[in-house]
């Protein structure tokens, strides 16, 4: 069954996994060995081997002498952060040079690989985005997270943009320095390290978005100001929003702004803003209290007959059978 996805990682409806491996061995070296390996398919990283059922979904890996390594997927986020060397990331079937300062995110099930990696030194967080309800944070309206962990990961694919987070010296040595505190938090594994560790990773998580916002370079330009207009729904998506005002905010004609749009995260402006305005309508079916109408109408829709409709074509039920099966 078919389930939508804001920016491809953020939220899921059903958060059905793939088969367990029976190793608890972490490390990420070996793993391309111990994965299940199925012909003709890509051999999946699995959840356990990395995190622990009882703990929290965030772990790190510090690699000092980055590894050549073959296409594969996993079920879990990857958040990558390039301190020196070189070496390529294969996205797609598409090359991306990598170089000091570089920071880029993995979504989760997309095919990815590692080539001709020179002397890279980095730094990988992985975590799970669903399970720290990353979706239901603040930073989802700062234009630089929607630009890094949302619409960068969905456009890699399309040679149009050619864009990536690429920090200074003195961005990285502080990026750095958070993640080695977050590795070291995770390690020592104190009374209040669940806390500590996941404020060290949002922490990491704001700056970046920050120093998004502040490249000049020109094709993350483009990017930011569609991240804009996704910040704008993001927090007024139960207003009337029209491709005209969201144009106004990108600084853009509405022509362009739809071409982008849909290059970037492969839907229209109007398709991504019901997709959120269903999305919250899920998170509030979840609580008793307020009626189908009521939510439809809190979260933008005018007409619960169209809101149902909606909710059915992305969720594959009704917001009454949601409502039942999550009860």
């Known amino acids: 069954m078919e389930s939508y996805e804001n920016g491809s990682w953020l939220w899921h409806p059903s958060d059905s996994s793939l088969a367990k491996p029976t190793s608890k061995q972490y490390n990420m070296a070996s793993l391309e060995s111990t994965t299940p390996h199925m012909s003709g398919q890509i051999p999946t990283i699995h959840s356990d081997y990395v995190f622990s059922r009882d703990e ?14 073959p296409v594969h997927r996993h079920e879990f986020e990857e958040l990558v ?5 070189f070496g390529i990331n294969i996205v797609d079937g598409i090359d991306h ?10 979504p989760r099930g997309r095919a990815h690989a590692y080539s001709h990696m020179n002397r890279l030194y980095s730094y990988n967080i992985y975590f799970d985005a669903r399970k720290i309800d990353m ?13 890094l962990f949302v619409i960068e990961p969905s456009y890699r694919h399309n040679k149009e943009f050619n864009s990536r987070l690429r920090l200074d010296q003195a961005q990285l040595l502080r990026i750095w320095s958070l993640a080695e505190s977050l590795d070291q938090t995770l390690a020592d594994k104190k009374p209040g390290f669940r806390l500590i560790a996941l404020a060290r990773f949002m922490e990491i998580v704001g700056l970046l978005s920050r ?8 094709d993350s330009r483009k990017v930011l100001q569609v991240a804009e207009a996704i910040s704008h729904m993001e927090i007024h998506f139960a207003d009337e929003i029209t491709v005209e005002d969201l144009a106004r905010i990108a600084h853009m004609s509405p022509r362009n702004l739809q071409r982008l749009f849909l290059a970037a995260t492969g839907k229209t402006p109007t398709a991504y803003l019901i997709g959120l305005r269903v999305i919250e309508a899920a998170h509030l079916l979840e609580t008793p209290g307020k009626t189908i109408t009521e939510i439809a109408f809190e979260c933008g829709f005018q ?8 909710f059915r074509n992305l969720m594959n039920e009704s917001p009454t059978e949601f409502r039942k099966r999550i009860s």
């Open 56 to 69: 929290l979904p965030l772990a790190t890996n510090f690699n000092p002498g980055h590894p050549d390594y």
């Open 81 to 85: 952060v390039i301190k020196e060397g």
């Open 97 to 106: 040079p990598l170089q000091a300062g570089d920071v880029f995110l993995i």
């Open 135 to 147: 979706k239901r944070w603040t930073t989802r309206a700062l234009p630089g997270f929607q630009a």
């Open 211 to 218: 120093y998004y916002e502040e490249t000049s370079h020109s």
């Open 303 to 310: 007409d619960s007959n169209y809101f149902s409709r909606q």
